[in-house]
Antibody, heavy 118, light 112 residues
Framework: EVQLVESGGGLLQPGGSLRLSCEAS????????MSWVRQTPGKGLEWVSS????????YYADSVKGRFTVSRDNSKNTLYLQMNSLRVEDTALYYC???????????WGQGTLVTVSS | DVVMTQSPLSLPVTLGQPASISCRSS???????????LNWFQQRPGQSPRRLIY???NRDSGVPDRFSGSGSGTDFTLRISRVEAEDVGVYYC?????????FGGGTKVEIK
């Protein structure tokens, strides 16, 4: 059974940094693309970032480019999202998601809440 | 960016009756590899999204056959042949043909 467990969310002030983690199990992590998607009540679902199976290719939404960095450690079956220069508008529930191919999403984690507020 | 437009926003349905959700994209979702990358997700209250349909019309494992997807190019439809109580939730389409990935705004299915 595919399991994706996010952690690392929290409450912080604008300009702060946070690293989200996603531990994967139930599938061969190293051969699948992975993504981060966030959800807010007002803006619905917003794709944030994706990485290829090896981590050699990464992709970002314009809204986070230059501030967020996606990475993965295939030896630890873990996906990361380093979030810097956080803004109030980054407040959301962040989901880790698996894809069968790049630009695909088939399984989602339960999400971790990030709140940016002064 | 490809804009995904869903309608209706809200869909009250009688149990056992059919339901249909439309999703239109601002650009063709046919990729250069020949595939059309359009997914449908269901998000039940308090849960994470769950994929129902991939590449327009392929049902994911475990998805009841009352769910079906159709369409081509820029115009797509999710149909529920007979709505059951467990189908209540918000349904999203998502395109995976172009970066950035984009989602529709969602359609809330509720029981009348």
């Amino acid at each position: 059974e595919v399991q994706l467990v996010e952690s690392g969310g929290g409450l912080l002030q604008p300009g702060g940094s946070l690293r989200l983690s996603c531990e994967a199990s139930g599938f061969t992590f190293s051969i699948y693309a992975m993504s981060w998607v966030r959800q807010t009540p007002g803006k619905g679902l917003e794709w944030v970032s994706s990485t290829s199976d090896s981590g050699g290719s990464t992709y970002y939404a314009d809204s986070v480019k230059g501030r967020f960095t996606v990475s993965r450690d295939n030896s630890k079956n873990t996906l990361y999202l380093q979030m810097n220069s956080l803004r109030v508008e980054d407040t959301a529930l962040y989901y880790c998601a698996k894809g069968r191919w790049l630009r695909d999403i088939d399984y989602w984690g339960q999400g971790t809440l990030v709140t940016v507020s002064s | 960016d490809v804009v995904m437009t869903q309608s209706p926003l809200s869909l009250p349905v009688t149990l056992g009756q059919p339901a249909s959700i439309s999703c239109r994209s601002s650009q063709s979702l046919v990729h250069s590899d020949g595939n059309t990358y359009l997914n449908w997700f269901q998000q039940r209250p308090g849960q994470s999204p769950r994929r129902l349909i991939y590449k327009v019309s392929n049902r994911d494992s475990g998805v009841p056959d009352r769910f079906s997807g159709s369409g081509s190019g820029t115009d797509f439809t999710l149909r529920i042949s007979r709505v059951e109580a467990e189908d209540v939730g918000v349904y999203y389409c998502m395109q995976g043909a172009h970066w950035p990935l984009t989602f529709g705004g969602g359609t809330k299915v509720e029981i009348k």
